[in-house]
């Protein structure tokens, strides 16, 4: 049974930081690429970090390049995604999973965690 735990959200002030933690169960961790994916009120879900299996590799949406660094530990079986110089657009309800657990078609694993709340607010 897939497990999807994220934590570490919470409101913060436009420039903050906040660090994210998923813990995942259930599967072989090690073996896939993970990502963290957010929703903001009244928009789709989209990919905002990904990372390889061994961490060698990331990759970032546009609208968090240089600001977010996504990292995992594979030995805790938790992805982590730090977030700098948070503004407003980054609210969101953030959610972790592998982005390639399928591969025809390419997709997300159907479980999903309940996510983290992220609230970036003066």
């Known amino acids: 049974q897939v497990q999807l735990v994220e934590s570490g959200g919470g409101l913060v002030q436009p420039g903050g930081s906040l660090r994210l933690s998923c813990v995942a169960s259930?599967?072989?961790?090690?073996?896939?690429?993970m990502g963290w994916y957010r929703q903001a009120p009244g928009q789709e879900r989209e990919l905002v970090a990904r990372?390889?299996?061994?961490?060698?590799?990331?990759n970032y949406a546009d609208s968090v390049k240089g600001r977010f660094t996504i990292s995992r530990d594979n030995a805790k079986n938790t992805v982590y995604l730090q977030m700098n110089s948070l503004k407003p657009e980054d609210t969101a309800v953030y959610y972790c999973?592998?982005?390639?657990?399928?591969?025809?078609?390419?997709?997300?694993?159907?479980?999903w965690g309940k996510g983290t709340l992220v609230t970036v607010s003066s």
């Open positions: 259930g599967f072989t961790f090690s073996s896939y690429t």
């Open positions: 990372i390889t299996s061994a961490g060698a590799n990331t």
């Open positions: 999973n592998a982005p390639f657990y399928y591969s025809t078609p390419m997709r997300p694993m159907d479980s």
